[in-house]
Every structure is written in structure tokens, then in C-alpha cells.
């Protein structure tokens, strides 16, 4: 498997985002989900993954202190007590080693429902067990958002209608059908009307695009 960048990166890497998140939410009560966003924002999130020295080479306090500058919202520099025990500190810890191992920016995870929320929320069990059990999990995600990204653009596809006839027929807004097919939601958490409107448009099965 191809990975992000030179693996001797990969520990420098989780460290500093581990310690970015630990900082930024534990030390300076910031909100992960909001904050996480801003680091995506910011730029910094792409050039990390480019493995730009730059950016590798700041602590995760500066990382931290640098997105909050780049995204408008200074914060307060305060004492970095780091707790590497903390789920914030392994949260970053692990997205920073997903994205390398599997080559997908830190956007790209978020956009496949792997942001830093859906990782915290892992802490238990994962946090005591291998990386690779991480992994393991984190890729059947993957795997099902994007079958059933797939799976209504396929369908889609298949009887040759497109975006706007689909949007028309089932009333369901156009920039919600192409959220679905980019896979910035998920039909798997759509309401059953929702997903019945797009079956009788598509003169199909539940089955067929919720996979």
C-alpha cells in the first residue's frame, strides 16, 4: 500500500496532532468538532499531509495557536500540559495515522465519516488495542459510505436520469442529491421518507441504494 508520506514522519506526526487537539480542547476549551473544522480550514490540514517540514516541525501547541490565528480566533497561549492519556490526544493521534496509512487527507476522511468526533467516540475500546484494530474499523466505514455513495449514482446511472430530473421527480432538493453522491451525507441516516421518494423516482428497491 502506497502511504501519505515516509513513515519516519509518522510518529512526529501523531505526536504533534495528538497534542494540537489535547491543547486546543482541554487546555483552551475549545469545542473538537468546531475546532477540527477550523484546522481543515485553515490549510494547515493539507500541507501536513504533504508532509511540508514547515508545518511537521511545529509542536502541537504551535499548531494549535497557528490554526486559531489562521481561522480568525486567536487563542490565549497557555501552559502546554499535554495528557497523552486524554481521548482529544488520541484522537489526533490516530486520524494523523489513518490519513498517513491509508493516503487519504484529513478532508477526504472527514467527507467518508471519519472526522475527529467519530474517532473520540472510539476512544473505548480502541484507545488500549492496536493501531491496526483502529484501522480495520475505520476502513469498513469507508467502505460502506462509499457503496452506498455508489450505490444511488449508480442507480442513478442506470436508467439514465440525471441530477435535476431525479431532484424534480422526488421533490428532494438538488443540492441534497448531489451530497449524497459526494458523499457529504450518508443515506444510511436519511429518513425512511426520504429514501422512499428516491426508490419511486428510481423505480427501485430500498435495497438498491442504502446498502
Known amino acids: 500500500m ?3 508520506y515516509p513513515d519516519y514522519y509518522v510518529d512526529d506526526v501523531q505526536r504533534e496532532l495528538g497534542a494540537m487537539l489535547d491543547y486546543a480542547i482541554n487546555i483552551c476549551g475549545e469545542n473538537l468538532a468546531d475546532f477540527y473544522a477550523r484546522f481543515l480550514s485553515s490549510g494547515i490540514a493539507h500541507f501536513i499531509f504533504l508532509a511540508y517540514p514547515k508545518f511537521i516541525g511545529l509542536s502541537g501547541t ?4 497557528l490554526v486559531a490565528e489562521r481561522t480568525g480566533a486567536p487563542m ?3 501552559e502546554p500540559l499535554i495528557c497523552v492519556s486524554s ?4 484522537t489526533g493521534w490516530t486520524l494523523a495515522y489513518i490519513s498517513w496509512y491509508l493516503n487519504l487527507d484529513f478532508g477526504t476522511l472527514r467527507q467518508k465519516g471519519v472526522g475527529a468526533e467519530r474517532i473520540c467516540n472510539l476512544f473505548h475500546p480502541f484507545h488500549e488495542a492496536d493501531i491496526s484494530k483502529t484501522v480495520d474499523y475505520i476502513q469498513n466505514i469507508i467502505q460502506e459510505h462509499d457503496a452506498n455513495e455508489n450505490a444511488l449514482k449508480r442507480q442513478r446511472n442506470l436508467i439514465g436520469m440525471t441530477q435535476e ?4 421527480l422526488s ?5 441534497v442529491i448531489r451530497s449524497y ?3 457529504k451525507r450518508s443515506l444510511g441516516n436519511a429518513g425512511a421518507q426520504t429514501v422512499m421518494r428516491l426508490c419511486q423516482a428510481l423505480s427501485c428497491r430500498m435495497e438498491d441504494i442504502v446498502i
Do not use: D, F
Not at 430530473?165 to 424534480?168: G, I, P, V
Open 2 to 4: 502506497t502511504h501519505a
Open 62 to 65: 504551535e499548531l494549535a495557536l
Open 76 to 78: 490565549p497561549e497557555k
Open 87 to 90: 481521548p482529544e490526544y488520541w
Open 165 to 168: 430530473e431525479l431532484a424534480r
Open 171 to 175: 421533490g428532494i432538493p438538488l443540492r
Open 181 to 183: 453522491e459526494q458523499g
